[in-house]
């Protein structure tokens, strides 16, 4: 019972982390902090581990609630993004692309690759955010909130994996991951208010 307390509040906290990055995007139409590959990764990522999921079918409803909302949110961000940073006939080329490359790859390859595959792709993508940060000095449409909140999310799955004598290179993966997105956090929040104190 606990356990699954646990984890329908670490849904709740996953899926409440977008709403900030939305409202911000949706209010300053900003593209310039946020790297183009960041939501790309992301949605690459998330997306095989639902495909996974769903081809091993022993799950609980919230796991793949979970990742649904992570795959499904992700996806709409970065053709959001895509299309505030390029024309439609750019958003649409590169997102049937990416969706054809997406589904090639998941059938060319058996679950175990494909989900090296999207842990390797999600902690690239915070890098590549990091580096975007350095880059450009910029947190232009980015929202801290979106890392802290995605931080407390999977703080909260840790919790839960030791609990459950979970793989210890899987929880070693998740806690790379929470001090990518807090560092991602951080710089965000720095840079944003660099540039307020600059005006």
Known sequence: MTLTI????????????????????FRTKAT???????WLLISLSTSYSLFNLLATGNADW?????????????????VWLTKLKHSWVITVCVTLLYILLNYNIYNMFVLEVT???????IILAYI??????????RADGTNPFLYYYFALGLSVLVSIMFMTDVSF??????LVNIVLLLV????SQILGKNKKNKI
């Open 6 to 25: 646990l984890n329908i509040v670490a849904l709740i906290i996953l899926a409440h982390a977008y709403v900030p990055q939305i409202k911000t995007t």
């Open 32 to 38: 310039e902090g946020v790297s183009p590959f960041f």
């Open 62 to 78: 919230y796991s793949y609630l979970g990742q649904f909302l992570n795959a499904g949110i992700a996806l709409i961000l970065f």
């Open 115 to 121: 989900q090296t595959i999207a842990t390797v792709a």
């Open 128 to 137: 590549d955010q990091i580096i975007h940060f350095i880059r450009t000095k």
């Open 169 to 174: 290179h899987v929880i070693l993966t998740e």
């Open 184 to 187: 991602c956090g951080i710089m």
